[in-house]
């Protein structure tokens, strides 16, 4: 059952009630010392006190809240007295100035952000005039379509390559099974063996020729994908400036002919300021993009000289049955065969090594 087992401060009393059991009464008053508790035999059950002193702070008297059923008695509920407190801080520790840069960031970004976002609207709704460099956007459009049309001749050539390396294997395993019937069938030896000769000639020729197929969709991914797009990033943040460059040139302008009091002049110094900044981001951008889109052409045509050479050689070589043609065209750009099927032959064990 649930005795009541307070445990009080030094020298508090607690009334106990009367007992009414048969084993004899208890004692009604009790002086405890620190750290002592009262203890109640099985057979009887404790009345709740009354009142309860709770220290010298004056607060005396204070009500009770019981619950429970109504045959047990349960331990006491005081009511809170007030909010709990607490010295330790719930946040991390941080230097007194990385509030303010953080939100001193914030706010630029913000502002930035704005000012881009309404003067590329502007922009597309003709309500502003936006910076034209005429001869570099020719420039960077043709890039462009120069990047989809390789991309475009990457895909095909992927393809070609991908239907012809089926085609060398089935010649490969045709060949195979010639010879096999060449020694299984006596009467129609010679046939076999002629068939034989002629696949398995044709799928060394078409290993040749896909090693140069390989080599020439490697050479145009680089060039796509890599070279071209390392410029096309260039370009992107060049745009970025010059969205940006054109905004604070607009408020530059807007605050140049607005009254000039002393808060305008405050705008515009502080405008200034940032349009000088965004000036040199600006032009070195677009210094960046000029030298990277020279050295990207005169890269382009040397890369394709080569490439669309060995690709004319290569199967004009194979498909007009010029066997020394195509070893000589394998020489001149040293292309090994074997790095064709690398990555569609499973690695060779070790005995065969």
Not at 30 to 43: E, I, K, R
Not at 76 to 100: A, C, D, H, R, Y
Not at 311 to 328: I, K, P
Request: hydrophobic fraction near 30%.
């Amino acid at each position: 059952m649930g005795d009541y087992d307070p445990t009080l401060e030094d020298g508090e009393e607690v009334d106990l009630g009367e007992d009414d059991s048969p084993t004899g009464p208890a004692l009604n008053t009790a002086v405890l010392q620190d750290g002592q508790t009262v203890l109640h035999s099985n057979s009887s059950r404790p009345q709740p006190p009354k009142t309860l002193n709770l220290g010298d702070d004056g607060d005396s008297g204070v009500k009770p809240s019981w619950t429970g059923g109504m045959g047990q008695g349960c331990a006491p509920v005081f009511q809170p007295f007030g909010e709990p407190t607490s010295n330790i801080p719930l946040n991390t520790p941080t230097s007194p100035g990385s509030k303010g840069n953080k939100l001193e960031s914030i706010k630029n970004w913000t502002i930035s952000t704005y000012k881009c976002s309404r003067q590329s609207l502007y922009e597309k709704l003709g309500k502003t005039n936006r910076t034209v460099d005429v001869e570099l956007e020719s420039q960077i459009e043709t890039l462009r379509q120069t990047q989809r049309r390789y991309g475009n001749i990457l895909k095909l050539s992927r393809a070609l390559t991908s239907y012809f390396y089926h085609v060398v294997s089935l010649q490969s395993q045709l060949g195979d099974c010639f010879s096999e019937l060449a020694h299984k069938s006596p009467e129609l030896q010679k046939e076999f063996s002629t068939n034989a000769e002629t696949q398995k000639t044709l799928s060394k020729n078409g290993e040749q020729l896909l090693a140069a197929l390989n080599f020439f969709v490697s050479s145009v991914n680089t060039l796509a994908n890599r070279t071209m797009e390392d410029t096309i990033t260039t370009v992107k943040q060049y745009e970025v400036a010059r969205v940006e460059y054109d905004a604070y040139r607009c408020d530059l302008e807007y605050y140049a002919s607005a009254p000039q009091n002393e808060v305008n002049q405050m705008k515009q110094t502080e405008t200034q300021s940032c349009f000088n900044s965004k000036k040199g981001e600006f032009e070195k951008l677009r210094s960046d993009v000029q030298i990277k889109l020279k050295f990207l052409d005169e890269n382009r045509v040397k890369v394709m000289q080569k490439q669309l050479l060995l690709f004319h050689n290569a199967v004009s070589a194979y498909f007009s049955g010029n066997n020394t043609m195509l070893e000589a065209t394998m020489k001149q750009f040293s292309i090994k065969a074997r790095e064709s099927c690398q990555s569609n032959q499973t690695t060779p064990s070790w005995l065969e090594t």
